[in-house]
């Protein structure tokens, strides 16, 4: 959806039409595409050089202060002796920058999962990047969640950095509404469905029919499977699947996302065409939902704090009063702040609170 208009970079969404953010462009500085996502970074005319990610402008060297500062500052001043700290995302370098300044900070730890985005960053964001020599810093290239889940009750703030999953979610859209797109052309069914159904006709004495409707698995696809051609430890060992179980985990993600914002898209309509986008689907989307919520929370000491990006009231109110209904019954304190962003979406950007502790104060 974003474009570079000639010398102007624009960044346009039909999520909200007639409106975009535009920056003029002296200089493309590193243009590439990772396994994750596309990567830009310009050199602005009155903004600095700037980060864009899949589209939507991440950070630029004139406002990013205001960003970093209040997602790192505010849980870290809450919290009565912070030592600990994991962020998550953020492989700009600019959060850790800040969580650094405080002194009792013994140890951070950096989770992001593409390491071209800490490299471009490194070269061309030198000030953001510049505390990755510091000793008291770890970085884990690799996923969040799965890091969280393997340590936890650790960590005395967690900070999460995550991008938006507009550009992906408008994509979708666009595609689904296609007058010529033909669905049996796309259609690509879960493997773990698949192996569902037939576990079930197995196991259960399960009709062929009733057992592709519960698992909204395709009739005729099924019925080959079990038609002595192929058993269920055939599935297991047969090919790769389309879908790891993990990517499985994002795509429904993602259907979360699309339903708090009013799109009705079922899981399989996703499955449908997620092969055909050949995009990293629901990877940010993740990090809105109350499952990674739970996962952070695990991950805490018992007067942990957590800090996330927390989107725009303008935009997303929405998403973010889901946010704050799934993390009050979670958390015994939570709050939300704000702070004015030029460059991002809607000019401001805020920020959701938890913490584990009933003492703590967030105004």
Same mark, same amino acid.
């Given at each position: 959806?974003?474009?570079?208009? #000639?010398?102007?970079?624009?960044?346009?969404?039909?999520?909200?039409?007639?409106?975009?953010?535009?920056? *003029?462009?002296?200089?493309?500085?590193?243009?590439?595409?990772?396994?994750?996502?596309?990567?830009?970074?310009?050199?602005?005319?009155?903004? /600095?050089?700037?980060?864009?990610? $899949?589209?939507?402008?991440?950070?630029?060297?004139?406002?990013?202060?205001?960003?970093?500062?209040?997602?790192?500052?505010?849980?870290? @001043?809450?919290?009565?002796? !912070?030592?600990?700290? +994991?962020?998550?995302?953020?492989?700009?370098?600019?959060?850790?920058?800040?969580?650094?300044?405080?002194? @009792?900070?013994?140890?951070?730890?950096?989770?992001?999962?593409?390491?071209?985005?800490?490299?471009?960053?490194?070269?061309?964001?030198?000030?953001?990047?510049?505390?990755?020599?510091?000793?008291?810093?770890?970085?884990?290239?690799?996923? /969040?969640?799965?890091?969280?889940?393997?340590?936890?009750? *650790?960590?005395? %703030?967690?900070?999460?950095? =995550?991008?938006?999953?507009?550009?992906?979610?408008?994509?979708?859209?666009?595609?689904? @509404?296609?007058?010529?797109?033909?669905?049996? #052309?796309?259609?690509?069914?879960?493997?773990?469905?698949?192996?569902?159904?037939?576990?079930?006709?197995?196991?259960?004495?399960?009709? %062929?029919?009733?057992?592709?409707?519960?698992?909204?698995?395709?009739?005729?696809?099924?019925?080959?499977?079990?038609?002595?051609?192929?058993? %269920? *430890?055939?599935? #297991?060992?047969?090919?790769?699947?389309?879908?790891?179980? *993990?990517?499985?985990?994002?795509?429904?993600?993602?259907?979360?996302?699309?339903?708090? +914002? /009013?799109? /009705?898209?079922?899981?399989?309509?996703?499955?449908?065409?997620?092969? $055909?986008?050949?995009?990293?689907?629901? =990877?940010?989307?993740?990090?809105?939902?109350?499952?990674?919520?739970?996962?952070?929370? =695990?991950?805490?000491?018992?007067?942990?704090?957590?800090?996330?990006?927390?989107?725009?009231?303008?935009?997303?109110?929405?998403?973010?009063?889901?946010?704050?209904?799934? @993390?009050? #019954?979670?958390?015994?304190?939570?709050?939300?702040?704000?702070?004015?962003? !030029?460059?991002?979406?809607?000019?401001?950007?805020?920020?959701?609170?938890?913490?584990?502790?009933?003492?703590?104060?967030?105004?």
């Amino acid at each position: 959806m974003s474009s570079i208009d #000639k010398t102007w970079f624009r960044e346009l969404n039909d999520m909200w039409a007639g409106y975009c953010v535009s920056l *003029e462009i002296e200089e493309i500085l590193f243009q590439e595409k990772s396994k994750y996502q596309d990567i830009l970074i310009f050199k602005s005319k009155s903004f /600095g050089n700037v980060l864009v990610l $899949d589209g939507i402008i991440q950070c630029s060297e004139r406002d990013e202060f205001a960003y970093q500062e209040m997602i790192a500052h505010i849980p870290l @001043s809450c919290h009565p002796n !912070p030592k600990k700290v +994991l962020v998550v995302g953020g492989g700009d370098g600019g959060v850790v920058r800040e969580v650094l300044k405080h002194p @009792s900070v013994q140890s951070v730890i950096l989770c992001e999962i593409d390491q071209m985005v800490i490299d471009a960053c490194k070269k061309f964001l030198p000030v953001m990047a510049q505390s990755f020599d510091d000793p008291r810093l770890t970085v884990h290239v690799g996923d /969040g969640v799965k890091f969280m889940k393997d340590h936890k009750g *650790e960590f005395d %703030v967690i900070i999460t950095d =995550a991008p938006d999953p507009i550009e992906t979610a408008t994509t979708l859209r666009k595609m689904l @509404s296609r007058k010529k797109f033909n669905q049996a #052309k796309y259609r690509q069914w879960s493997p773990t469905a698949m192996l569902n159904a037939m576990q079930a006709i197995k196991d259960k004495n399960v009709s %062929v029919r009733k057992a592709a409707k519960l698992y909204d698995v395709q009739l005729t696809t099924l019925r080959d499977r079990v038609d002595g051609r192929c058993s %269920v *430890e055939t599935v #297991k060992s047969g090919p790769e699947p389309l879908f790891s179980q *993990e990517e499985e985990v994002r795509l429904v993600n993602f259907v979360s996302y699309m339903a708090s +914002l /009013g799109y /009705g898209l079922s899981r399989t309509q996703v499955l449908e065409v997620a092969s $055909d986008l050949a995009i990293y689907l629901g =990877a940010a989307a993740g990090l809105f939902e109350e499952e990674y919520y739970q996962n952070m929370k =695990a991950a805490l000491n018992s007067n942990g704090i957590i800090c996330c990006q927390g989107e725009n009231m303008y935009l997303d109110l929405p998403l973010i009063k889901k946010m704050l209904g799934f @993390s009050q #019954k979670m958390f015994p304190k939570i709050g939300y702040a704000y702070t004015m962003m !030029p460059t991002y979406t809607g000019g401001h950007i805020g920020f959701v609170l938890c913490s584990n502790s009933p003492n703590t104060n967030f105004k």
